[in-house]
């Protein structure tokens, strides 16, 4: 099956930076968009605010509030996804969660299978003080 592992969430005073990255690993076909999302600790919805997304050509896209702060990039050979976060806020403390679009494959018999749907990581929490 597929795991996205999220590292590099901490408490950094505010002002500072952090980097956040993530490994996708499986029986991976390809990717196609990957993305970071955040929700703050403690909200049990289910809601997760869009940070920044990724295409597999490198296109990002940003939420308003960390343009020019926050930097997405890839690495489609190594299957990772990064975010540089810059000149933190404390109203950025939140869980930051990984997400891609993976297309996974899998052997029957003779056959391959693909399949393709959105993952997640566990998270990863980012704590900024003020």
């Known amino acids: 099956q597929v795991q996205l592992v999220e590292s590099g969430g901490g408490l950094v005073q505010a002002g500072g930076s952090l980097r956040l990255s993530c490994v996708i690993s499986?029986?991976?076909?390809?990717?196609?968009?990957m993305g970071w999302y955040r929700q703050a600790p403690g909200d049990k919805g289910d809601k997760r605010d869009l940070v920044a997304t990724v295409t597999m050509n490198g296109k990002t896209k940003y939420m308003d509030s960390v343009k020019g702060r926050f930097t997405s990039s890839r690495d489609n050979a190594k299957n990772t996804v990064d975010l540089q976060m810059n000149s933190l806020k404390p109203e950025h403390k939140a869980i930051y969660y990984c997400?891609?679009?993976?297309?996974?494959?899998?052997?029957?018999?003779?056959?391959?299978?693909?399949?393709?749907?959105?993952?997640w990581g566990d998270g990863t929490l980012v704590t900024v003080s003020s």
């Open positions: 499986g029986n991976i076909l390809s990717i196609g968009d």
């Open positions: 997400s891609a679009d993976v297309t996974t494959y899998s052997e029957h018999g003779e056959d391959y299978r693909f399949s393709s749907m959105y993952f």
